[in-house]
């Protein structure tokens, strides 16, 4: 079984920062994909930003120039750095990972999601 432990999240002012971390552990044996998907209050859940194994990157489109992406692969931890926070950020952000278990079978994770609020 493969976890995702998400930390981070919290309240902040519109123009903060905020910086979200996520561990996997379990019965990993390559893992592929690392990102961040969030999902506001009657919104669907939606890519925030992804980072692959070759080091690429991507981003939604709302988020880019604000927030950055980065990882360990190694390590088997992922981070999002959030700057410029807007209100339209506030949502449940979720750790989701593409990983090969020891099994060899690939499969997709997600974390429980970690809260972050964006005031006016």
């Known amino acids: 079984q493969v976890q995702l432990v998400e930390s981070g999240g919290g309240l902040v002012q519109a123009g903060g920062s905020l910086r979200l971390a996520c561990a996997a552990s379990g019965s990993i044996l390559s893992l592929n994909v690392m990102g961040w998907y969030r999902q506001a209050p009657g919104k669907q859940r939606e890519l925030v930003a992804g980072m692959s194994n070759l080091g690429t990157t991507n981003y939604a489109d709302s988020v880019k120039g604000r927030f950055t992406i980065s990882g360990d692969f190694a390590k088997k931890t992922v981070y999002l750095q959030m700057n410029g926070l807007k209100p339209e950020d506030t949502a449940v952000y979720y750790c989701?990972?593409?990983?090969?278990?020891?099994?060899?079978?690939?499969?997709?994770?997600w974390g429980q999601g970690t809260q972050v609020t964006v005031s006016s």
């Open positions: 989701n990972a593409n990983v090969v278990v020891r099994t060899g079978v690939r499969d997709t994770y």
